[in-house]
């Protein structure tokens, strides 16, 4: 690669051919330079580690997410080490320096996060764990947006419901079942037909709703029936914040204001950029943490009174976006409903396609699922 203005001021009768050396430094640092660029600004690949969003998203998916439909986020931690992303390979050691902080800035995009959008942001409780990072070198996350800014959300039984009206639910959404039979064991070549999963962490068999339609149509099925967690009864993984975190912002599950669960939960009202929420004991507990945590206000409450910044103050007025993130694998995501909103400074890019799929557990032929390679997300 011959860069004109690499070698300016030269004329032609002077220049020097290059060594071999110099041309392959010339490369390299033009691969590193571009690539760079288009990881930052356009679009990056991603894989999928965990099955928070089967059946939609499977482990071993590698996806493209795209940059420029939510606006590229300009780097906050400028310096560092490329193509790493918080932790340098091999070595285990900090892949940035955060001498140098700038602040959150997004370039226009082609639209804004949209309910339904599976969405890549970085993990929002590294704000204040021991783990401490930047915002851009926080972990990666990929949920699927339930909420936009100034939406009203609710789960009742599982069902999302945003402004009072049933949210779509998303084809490969599931949850776990209670299988009652006659006694005949269902076939595990029925079951691994339907896609039915066990997790370690599920004690029920996890399955889409489609699934469940379809074992429940089988002779020795007697009944099938979903886990939700009844209203009312406190989520024993009930929203846990790290112990540096300020506790008056947690969701105390003796706080029968607050008796929230995984399937039942809220209504909550997500912020937006600009609205003014009122301070009392009931708002407190929820927008809290994104006073402080997220938008950098000193938050504190003295003899009953809530001062901002030292000021008393009896409402808030918010700075950001925020959204709510759900994983499509119900009772197997840890997700909004367990650490809150997504500030939009967290958010990465929006998920495109799959472009290559990898089964670990799959023969030695089958490893590649080819029915999902280049698959669109939805």
């Not at 079951?191 to 066990?198: F, K, M």
């Not at 943490?289 to 009896?314: M, P, Q, S």
């Not at 976006?321 to 997504?342: A, P, T």
Request: charged share 20%; proline share 8%.
């Amino acid at each position: 690669m011959n860069w004109k203005f690499w070698n300016k001021n030269k004329s032609a009768e002077n220049k020097k051919k290059k060594s071999a050396g110099r041309e392959w430094f010339d490369a390299i640092i033009f691969a590193v330079v571009a690539a760079t660029l288009i990881r930052v600004l356009f679009i990056e690949a991603y894989t999928i580690p965990t099955p928070s969003m089967e059946r939609s998203l499977l482990v071993g998916d590698f996806l493209f997410v795209s940059k420029v439909n939510y606006g590229a986020r300009t780097p906050m931690t400028p310096v560092a080490f490329p193509f790493a992303h918080h932790t340098m390979p091999l070595l285990g050691t900090k892949a940035y320096w955060d001498g140098i902080k700038l602040p959150y800035y997004r370039l226009p995009g082609l639209s804004e996060v949209k309910k339904g959008d599976v969405v890549v942001f970085n993990y929002p409780m590294e704000a204040d764990s021991p783990y401490y990072r930047p915002v851009d070198k926080r972990e990666n996350y990929i949920k699927r947006c339930q909420g936009a800014p100034g939406d009203t959300l609710s789960l009742v039984n599982a069902q999302v419901y945003v402004n009072g009206k049933a949210a779509p639910n998303p084809p490969g959404e599931q949850t776990d079942y209670t299988v009652t039979t006659n006694g005949m064991d269902v076939n595990p070549d029925i079951l691994a037909e339907l896609n039915v999963s066990n997790y370690d962490n599920v004690p029920s068999p996890t399955m889409t709703k489609d699934a469940a339609a379809k074992l429940k149509t089988y002779s020795n099925v007697k009944a099938i029936t979903p886990n939700y967690m009844p209203a009312g009864l406190t989520d024993p993984l009930n929203p846990v914040f790290p112990a540096s975190s300020p506790q008056k912002y947690k969701l105390n599950p003796n706080n029968k204001n607050f008796d929230w669960n995984v399937d039942n939960y809220g209504p909550i009202i997500i912020p937006k950029k600009g609205w003014t929420v009122k301070l009392d004991s009931l708002t407190l507990p929820v927008y809290g943490r994104a006073i402080e945590i997220y938008e950098g206000n000193k938050l504190e409450i003295n003899n009953g009174k809530i001062l901002i910044n030292g000021k008393e103050t009896t409402t808030y007025t918010f700075k950001m976006n925020y959204y709510w993130m759900m994983g499509d694998n119900r009772h197997d995501s840890l997700d909004s409903r367990y650490w809150g909103f997504v500030p939009e400074d967290h958010i990465v890019g929006k998920a495109l396609f799959v472009w290559m799929s990898w089964d670990d557990n799959g023969s030695f032929f089958s490893k590649i699922r080819w029915s999902r390679l280049f698959m669109g997300i939805h």
